[in-house]
């Protein structure tokens, strides 16, 4: 079987352009011990996001709660009865690491798949899931390596002048980003529960990274993960009316360890890699709650969404956690959200 599936969400300079979200083709057996396998090759959903997901009207779809990536992979399933396996290997494409890149003589960062391809080795997910005719639940891990950079560049006097030259590093960054998934149906009732311990996970729309933890002799830069605690929880019933509830929760948990300081604290900030860049590094934790009602037929859907997410920010301690001081203070967002949408 083969999946295309495409919207009008992408952007360019004319605002808004066809954008492919999946592009697969799937190869599946079967035989009469209970055994199933499948085979997929292609841009499909990311393991850590999954194809269930919570019932959010959002076009986010919980992120950053949930990850959130569309990616090319190659991924094998199997099920003997109830038990399963799940191995891929996944490439970059519209979901990219960000890290440092040099220009005008100095670093700062941006988003770049160059990361990912520098390390040569895909990043790797293996799972293990159980379901029943009431439970679906998984338990796998993520590991992403990267190559942030491949040149240290040095200003040396070169015939009385100054000019800069770029010296080979090796600089090779591995990290896991453990996770389990758990969901309960009965009838007209669901409820879905995802937590992980994300490490280095900008790559997944979520607000999260690196950081440089040391610099040595050679120019080589030494790296630790950014961790954060980040889980959900949604809860729906109904059919032809269904309500939902859904939670969010993300706290920034730092380094494990102390960051270099190459200086000044704004200088600091760019050696600090993670989605959005620097304007996150002072991010304590986050919270949401989303209440909604939706009205569903065969084809038409209408629903209606509060979201309610409050933002912790603070000063950045020296592992990038954020310290509880007077500091601290909390941001708040409201936003409603109406669907109405036709199937065919």
Known sequence: SGKIEADFGGFSTTNSVLRIRHAYFKLNWDNNQGL????????????LSGDIMPEVLGMAAGAPFRTHSRTPQLRYTFYSGRLGFTAAALYQLQYMYNGPSFSNGKWTSTNSTSFANNAVVPELFLGVQYKNDHIYTQLGSSCQTLRPRNFDYVTRPIDGGSHTIARPVDELFTTFTPTFYFQYTQNLFSAKFRTMLAKN?????QINGYGVTNVLDDGTWEYAPLKASISYLNFAYGKKFRANLFFGYMKNLGAGQDLYNFGTEEVMKHYIYMKGGENFTNLNSIFRIAPSISYNLSHFNFGVEYEWTACTYGDQAA???????????QVSNHRVCVLMKYNF
Do not use: C, K, M, R
Not at 36 to 47: D, I, K, R, Y
Not at 201 to 205: D, L, M, P, R, W
């Open 36 to 47: 199933t396998q499948e085979l997929l090759a292609g841009q499909a959903w990311h393991p």
């Open 319 to 329: 592992n990038g956690s954020i310290l509880n001081n007077d500091n601290l203070h």
């Open 201 to 205: 996970t900008s790559h997944v729309n």
